[in-house]
C-alpha cells in the first residue's frame, strides 16, 4: 500500500484499455446491439444484447470469483456465489462493502457515448462480436477506474488521516474532491496516454486495421476515466472505516 | 472470396493474437491453473481451472450463437444451441459441417506450450485473470487459424479447381501441403508478425509492463500459427463438397 506502487499498477492497465478499445473500433456501432428488444435472443422482450452479454458474462466472471477481489465492480446484479474459493492477500482497505464505491453505472454510460467517437458508423452485422468487446472494454475500465479508487484513496488517507477524516465525517464532498485532486498528475497521465495511443498504432496498416484517434481516448479520460475515480475515491473516504487502522495495517507492512 | 480480401482480414487479426499474448504475459505461468483437480471449483474433482474457464466461455459463446460462424471453432464439446437467430451472409464455403477442419486440440497443444515463453515463472496468485486471458487469446488463435484455412484454402481451390480436386479424390495429404505451401508469402507474415511485435510494444515502461519477445511469437507462427492453418487447409480439401460451385456460387458474386 504505497502510493508509488498503486500508480504504477494503474500505469500498467492503460495499454490494456487502450487496446480493449482498439479492437472494438474494428467493428462499427452497429447500434441496434443497445437497443431493448432487439437482441435476438429468444424470450428476451426487454434486454438489448448488450445488456444479455454483460449480464452472462458477468454471471460466468462471479462463479469463478472475480468480484470478490475489490477493484472488480460489476455491471449487473444480482450475481450468483463464487463457486471456486478464492485466497486473496489481505487488501489493506478499511471497507469490506466495495458497492458504495461501485461507479459501472456512470461508466457503462460515459463508454457508451465514447463508442461513436471511436467506431464508424452504421451496421456491419458483427453485433456477437461487437457486444464481446464492449464487455472487455468495460471491465478493463472498472478495473482501473475502482483499482485507482479505493487504493489511492486509502493511501492519501493514511498520509494525512486526520484531515480526510475530519472532512468524511463532515460529509464535505467539494472538499474532498478538492484534497484529492492534482491537476499536475492527471495532465501527466492524460498525455502519457495519448502518447500510448499513438505508439500502440504506429507500424498499423491502415488498409487492413482500424485507427482510433489519440484526442478521443484522452478526451475520455479527462471527461469520465478521471472524474470517475475521484467520485469513487470520494465515496470511498466517506464509507471508509473509523477509527483509523491498528498498527498491525500499518502501510510499511502492506508495502 | 477473394484471396487478396482474406489475406487483408487475416493480417488485421494479427494485432489482436499479439495484444492478448501480452496482456496474458502480465501474470505469471501458474502452473496449478492448468493442473487437473486444483481448480478450487466445488465438484470439479477432475478439471483444471483453465479446462473450466474455457468450457464455460463456450458455453456462453455458444448461445450467443459465435460457433455458427464458420471460422469460431470450439475448443470444448458438448455445447448448447445458439438461443439468438443469427443472420450470416453466404460464406461462399463448400462444406457445412466445419467441425471436420477444426484443429482447436493442437492450438490448444502449442498455446499450452508458448506460455511458458512469454510468461515469467512462477505463481502470482493470479489464477482468473490467467485463464481468462487464455482463452481470449486461444478464441484469437483459432479464428486466424481456421479463418485462413477456410478462406484460404477455398480461394485457392477455385483458382485450380482440377488439380485441388484430383489432389483431394486420391487422399494425398503431402500433395495437398506441398500445392497449398507459399514460402515467400509465410515469411513475409512472420517478419511482419515480428515487427508488429516490437512495435506495439515501442512506448512500454518496462517497469510496470512486462514485455515479450517478438522472436518468441515470429517462432509460433513458424511452429504453430502457419503449420496448423496449413494442416486445417488440408482438411478443407478434403471435405469440400463436389462438384464445384455452380455459376451462382462464382467468386465474382461473393467478393
Known amino acids: 500500500m504505497e502510493l508509488a506502487h498503486v500508480t504504477t499498477v494503474l500505469e500498467g492497465l492503460e ?48 462463479l469463478f470469483g472475480r468480484f470478490c477481489v475489490p477493484e472488480e465492480r460489476p455491471f449487473t446484479q444480482p450475481l450468483p456465489p463464487p463457486r471456486r474459493t478464492v485466497h486473496l492477500p489481505p487488501s489493506g482497505l478499511a471497507i469490506t462493502d466495495f458497492e458504495p464505491v461501485n461507479v459501472t453505472e456512470a461508466i457503462r454510460k460515459a463508454y457508451l457515448e465514447l463508442l461513436p467517437k471511436i467506431c464508424r458508423p452504421g451496421d456491419d452485422g458483427q453485433y456477437g462480436s461487437s457486444v464481446e468487446h464492449d464487455v472487455y472494454a468495460l471491465q478493463a475500465l472498472s478495473r482501473r477506474i475502482h483499482y485507482g ?91 471508509r472505516q473509523r477509527p483509523a487502522p491498528a498498527p498491525h495495517a500499518s502501510p510499511r507492512e502492506h508495502a
Chains 1, 2 share one sequence.
Open 15 to 62: 495499454e490494456t484499455i487502450i487496446s480493449k478499445l482498439i479492437d472494438r473500433a474494428q467493428f462499427r456501432v452497429n447500434q441496434v446491439v443497445y437497443e431493448a428488444g432487439q437482441s435476438g435472443f429468444e424470450g428476451e422482450p426487454h434486454r438489448s444484447l448488450f445488456g444479455i452479454r454483460l449480464s452472462h458474462h458477468e454471471q460466468m466472471d462471479a
Open 149 to 239: 479508487a479505493l487504493y489511492v484513496a486509502e493511501c492519501k488517507f493514511r498520509e494525512h488521516p486526520d484531515e480526510y477524516g475530519a472532512l468524511a465525517a463532515m460529509g464535505d464532498r467539494p472538499a474532498l474532491v478538492r484534497k484529492l485532486t492534482r491537476k499536475d498528475v492527471e495532465e501527466r497521465i492524460v498525455e502519457r496516454v495519448g502518447a500510448k495511443v499513438a505508439s500502440l498504432q504506429t507500424g498499423v496498416n491502415t488498409a487492413v486495421r482500424i485507427r482510433i484517434e489519440p484526442e478521443v481516448v484522452t478526451q475520455f479520460y479527462r471527461d469520465a476515466v478521471i472524474p470517475l475515480t475521484k467520485e469513487s475515491e470520494v465515496r470511498y473516504m466517506l464509507h
